[in-house]
């Protein structure tokens, strides 16, 4: 059920909230591959789920440009 949120929510942003969003997340997943590294992450399945959001991030702005 997340997910279907989650994927709503990105169809309504606009390029440039879309960039933003990828981002933020480029930068957690920075954040968490350094967790990792250091042996500090304890939830090692948010990784999955922020490389998949990103995927869904890049192809959103990818159908955006398309349709434009």
Do not use: C, H, P, Y
């Not at 059920?1 to 957690?28: A, F, H, P, W, Y």
């Amino acid at each position: 059920m997340q997910n279907k949120q989650r994927l709503s929510d990105l169809r309504v942003m606009t390029g440039d909230q879309l960039d933003q969003e990828l981002l933020n997340l480029k930068k957690e997943q920075f954040n968490l591959r350094f967790q990792k590294a250091t042996g500090q992450l304890e939830n090692t399945a948010r990784v999955r789920v922020i490389r998949r959001d990103i995927a869904r991030i890049k192809t959103m702005a990818a159908q955006q440009r398309v349709s434009k």
